[in-house]
């Protein structure tokens, strides 16, 4: 099975830099996901690790050690717009994916 | 990427009754995967649908309480069956792409149940 971790809820300040943790212990492992979730919309990919390392996307950045179970995603020059709960998620493959319970984040100006 | 149209958007059901969700993508994928939303909760998989075979259901989800089909490599439904209020919840479908390193989802199904 999988278990995954990630904090409820944190708050940053608009044009800030905030980074969202997540631990995950896995029977198998195809791949750390990250998605953005809009109250009411379905959630919305923002990145995919499996190599240990930094993938950089314009703002956001997405980390992975595999040796140590655990990824961050990082958000940079935050805006308003990035409240949101953003979603942790390990698997893929046939196994489809598991997810964590989402951490809200709050920004404010 | 993949673009995946998802409908019925919302509906509101009688307990008893049944709801056939459909999913459809704009290229042809292997796997097709069915999650649920709680209220206030993140997703919890429910089966893998994969086309020409049976789909695969997680622990706590049977066959008998959610059908689906996938005649074709671009297309699945899933039916909630005998509602309950407890059955209100957002169903999403999703699709893995680009060597199973980008995963999408649909906007989702809002299911009442009253």
């Known amino acids: 099975g999988q278990n995954i971790d990630q904090p409820t809820e944190m708050t940053a300040t608009e044009g800030a830099i905030v980074q969202i943790n997540c631990t995950y212990q896995?029977?198998?492992?195809?791949?750390l996901f990250w998605y953005q979730q809009h109250a009411g919309e379905a959630p919305t990919f923002l990145s995919y690790?499996?190599?240990?390392g930094l993938e950089e996307k314009g703002r956001f950045s997405s980390f992975l050690s595999r040796s140590k179970g655990y990824s961050y995603l990082l958000l940079k020059e935050l805006q308003m717009k990035d409240s949101a709960s953003y979603l942790c998620?390990?698997?893929?493959?046939?196994?489809?994916?598991?997810f964590g319970k989402g951490t809200h984040l709050i920004i404010q100006p | 990427s993949a673009v995946i149209s998802q409908k019925p958007s919302r509906d509101i059901c009688q307990r008893g009754t049944s709801l056939t969700i459909q999913c459809q993508v704009d290229?042809?994928?292997?796997?097709m995967f069915w999650y649920r939303q709680q209220p206030g909760q993140s997703l919890t998989l429910i089966a893998t649908?994969?086309?020409?075979?049976?789909?695969?259901?997680e622990s706590g989800f049977v066959i008998d309480k959610f059908p689906i089909s996938r005649p074709n490599l671009t297309f699945s439904t899933l039916t909630v069956s005998n509602l309950s209020p407890e059955d209100s919840s957002i169903y999403l479908c999703?699709?893995?792409?680009?060597?199973?390193?980008?995963?999408?989802f649909g906007q989702g199904t809002r299911l009442t149940v009253v």
């Open positions: 999703s699709v893995l792409t680009g060597g199973d390193t980008e995963a999408f």
């Open positions: 896995t029977s198998g492992f195809n791949g």
């Open positions: 690790n499996v190599l240990d």
């Open positions: 998620a390990a698997g893929g493959g046939a196994d489809g994916l598991t």
């Open positions: 290229s042809q994928v292997t796997m």
């Open positions: 649908a994969n086309q020409g075979s049976e789909a695969t259901y």
